[in-house]
Structures are given as structure tokens and as C-alpha cells.
């Protein structure tokens, strides 16, 4: 760790050309409320987009110190937000997206929390958005069913952004896991949290790259590695099938003995085949999900690769910038 740092900002890039100017504009205004041991990690999360050559050309003459991480393909924001982690040179470390939804102000505010040593992590929790109405509603009932099914303690808005300190990084970079949720480790790792309330603004430039399918993955991934709710959905599945088979049973034997069924066996055998198939199916998919993630995990490939790596110091004292990267 470089001891002139003592703030870090990581943010993930992928497909943010059109924000990069406001972004680092933004950064560069409140870089004058921090030390100058302040330095922000952006993580070319194989962006397709011109983000990286914006970045350079924007930090030319920025007043803070940088890193330019490009993976070599798309990784995942979560993935890329880890690997600036990795490489976070600060005490205190926050993470923020680029698409400038949230506050940039809120980053100055959780590193004075966290150097007041009040908590360990501290997480912005969304209290409104100016986001399209569906857009709202569908989020609103993504959180919500997150909330019932992964982690209950998440904030009702989810989390778009949090800072913490190094006791928190290196437990979450213990967790090895390729196929996981980096909000969920963030509150299965415990410490002193601490919430700040914001409101979420609308997107000016550009779409966002989180779409629906990746939402789907990372609900997927979210469930199978912190919730057994798949298995107990199964098991009353199973007990409500039992049920529902003594129901039909009575039904069967009853009709058996009133004459109103023909042909032996033909009832019972459908409603057998019917219910039990589907739930032999329904167990054997759920199962194939944990083994599949088990299988992954026993591989131990790295969780991402960098082919580039630079590193730009601001000094204050001669107003200079020069790389020290590859």
C-alpha cells in the first residue's frame, strides 16, 4: 500500500463514453475537499467504446492521482469493482458507478465518516429516483424480492454505492468466488455499518449496460450462494405434493369404489406420473444449479485479467502529473 494514499475511488467502466467528461470534471471538484492522498481506480471492464481514450484524454490535467485498469474482456461490474479493490492503495476505499445517478458529493461524505472510525462500511441507501415509472416499479420489485430471499438488512432501494475501510476489503477479498454477489458478501462479511440517504438522479448521457439478463444472473447468482430458499422451496413443494396425493388418492379410491372410473389404473397412474415427474424434474434443476457453482468454485481459474495497468501520481507541490505504469 502506498502510504501518501488514504482515499480511494473505484469505478467500473463499461460503456460510459458519453459520461467520462462530466465524471471526471465532477471527481476533479471534489478532489479539493480531500487530502491530496486521493486517487481514483477507473476498471475498463472490456468496454467496447471509446471509454478508455476518453479517460485519457479528459485526466491530462486532472488534480488527483489515477489508475487505468483494462481487463481484457467483459468480466461483470462486480468482477471489475474486486479487481480495483485489488489494487486500491488507500486506507479507505468507495466504490461509485459512472453513470453519475448518484451524488458525487456522497464519496466525500463516507470518507468522513469512516475516518471518524464510527463504522467500517458505509452503504448510500436510495430513498427515491428519477427514473421511468416501469423502470421504478420493476426495480423496486427486484430489491424487494432480493430483500426477502437473499439478504433482509439490504435497503429497500438496493445499493448502487458504499465505501469502507481495509478491514472490510480484505475480508471480502478472502471470498473467492467467481459465481457470488459482491452486495451480499458486503453484509455477510458483518462489521459496523452505517447508512447515508440520497436521491437517486436520472441519466443524462448514454444507456445503461445493466440489463435485464444481467439482473437475472445476478438475482441467480445471488440466491444459489447466499440463500437456501431454492431448497425450501422444494421441500414445501414436496410437502404440499404429499398433500395434494392424499387428496387424490381419497378421490380415486372413492371413484374406483363408485364405479366411475373405467379402466383400472388410468386415474392414478396419470396423476402420478404428472405430479411426480415435475417435481423430480423441478429438484434435479434446482440441484444442478448448486453443482454447477460448486464445480466452478473447484476450478480456481482467475476471477479476472488485465492486460494494461497505469498509474498516474498528482503532485501538488510541483503541479505534475507522470505515469508509473507498465
Known amino acids: 500500500m502506498d502510504s501518501n494514499i488514504e482515499n480511494s475511488l473505484i469505478i467500473p467502466v463499461y460503456k460510459n463514453e458519453e459520461n467520462i467528461k462530466p465524471l471526471i470534471q465532477a471527481i476533479n471538484d471534489i478532489s479539493v475537499h480531500l487530502s491530496e492522498g486521493f486517487e481514483v481506480i477507473f476498471v475498463i471492464d472490456g468496454s467496447p467504446d471509446n471509454s478508455y481514450q476518453k479517460i485519457c484524454e479528459e485526466t491530462k490535467n486532472v488534480r488527483f492521482s489515477h489508475q487505468i485498469l483494462i481487463l481484457s474482456r467483459n468480466f461483470g461490474s462486480f468482477t471489475a469493482i474486486r479487481t480495483g479493490m485489488e489494487h486500491a492503495r488507500g486506507q479507505y476505499l468507495a466504490v461509485m458507478a ?128 447466499f440463500s437456501d430458499f431454492p431448497i425450501m422451496a422444494i421441500l414445501w413443494v414436496g410437502i404440499f405434493s404429499l398433500f395434494i396425493s392424499f387428496i387424490l388418492g381419497f378421490v380415486t379410491l372413492f371413484s374406483k369404489i363408485s364405479g366411475l372410473i373405467s379402466t383400472p389404473g388410468y386415474s392414478t397412474t396419470t396423476l402420478l406420473i404428472l405430479f411426480m415427474g415435475s417435481s423430480i424434474l423441478t429438484t434435479q434443476g434446482i440441484i444442478g444449479c448448486y453443482l454447477w457453482r460448486t464445480f466452478e468454485n473447484t476450478k480456481k481459474r482467475p476471477l479476472s485479467l488485465i492486460c494494461k495497468h497505469e498509474i498516474f501520481v498528482f503532485n501538488k507541490e510541483k503541479n505534475v502529473e507522470f505515469n508509473k505504469g507498465d
Open 98 to 225: 459512472a453513470d453519475l445517478q448518484e451524488p458525487i458529493e456522497l464519496i466525500v461524505d463516507f470518507f468522513n465518516v469512516l475516518k471518524k472510525d464510527s463504522c467500517d462500511l458505509v452503504l448510500g441507501e436510495r430513498l427515491t429516483r428519477d427514473d421511468p415509472k416501469m423502470n421504478s416499479i420493476l426495480s423496486g420489485l427486484y430489491w424487494r424480492f432480493y430483500r426477502k430471499c437473499v439478504q433482509p438488512e439490504i435497503p429497500k432501494g438496493g445499493v448502487d454505492i458504499f465505501a469502507c475501510n481495509n478491514t472490510v476489503k480484505n475480508a471480502i477479498l478472502k471470498i473467492n468466488e467467481p459465481n457470488s454477489s459482491l452486495i451480499a458478501q458486503l453484509f455477510w462479511v458483518g462489521f459496523r455499518r452505517m447508512y447515508i440517504p440520497y436521491h437517486r438522479k436520472a441519466r443524462e448521457h448514454g444507456n445503461s449496460g445493466w440489463s435485464f439478463k444481467k439482473r437475472i444472473k445476478y438475482m441467480l447468482d445471488s440466491i444459489f450462494s
